[in-house]
């Protein structure tokens, strides 16, 4: 089971980016799906949460700005970053809650993407 994410860049202060992160392999469902962040020099925290439910949960300072959504049908969760500021730029990662059947019985995985990095600078 594997994560991808796509969508990072340079933005201006203001400005907007939309993240992608697809889900691929074999698996039973995907639970919860979660992005975080990682800035230079600092630990990763979480951003955003998004259960199967659709229920949501953000981190205070990306409240009212960021937006995550989730797209079951094709495996795949996004975060629409609004409003950025530099204190935003970091290694932006998703990382999800995976059932997976091994014939016999189910366990949870719970993979991490590659990292995608946003920079607010103008």
């Known amino acids: 089971v594997q994560l991808v994410e796509s969508g990072g860049g340079l933005v201006q202060p203001g400005g907007s980016l939309r993240l992608s992160c697809a889900a691929s392999?074999?698996?039973?469902?995907?639970?919860?799906m979660n992005w975080y962040r990682q800035a230079p020099g600092k630990e990763r925290e979480l951003v955003a949460t998004?259960?199967?439910?659709?229920?949501?949960n953000y981190e205070d300072s990306v409240k009212g700005r960021f937006t995550i959504s989730r797209d079951n049908a094709k495996n795949t969760v996004y975060l629409q970053m609004n409003s950025l500021k530099p204190e935003d730029t970091a290694v932006y990662y998703c990382?999800?809650?995976?059932?997976?059947?091994?014939?016999?019985?189910?366990?949870?995985?719970?993979?991490w993407g590659q990292g995608t990095q946003v920079t607010v600078s103008s």
């Open positions: 392999g074999s698996f039973f469902s995907i639970n919860v």
């Open positions: 998004i259960t199967s439910g659709l229920s949501t």
């Open positions: 990382n999800a809650d995976i059932s997976v059947y091994s014939g016999t019985s189910y366990y949870t995985l719970s993979p």
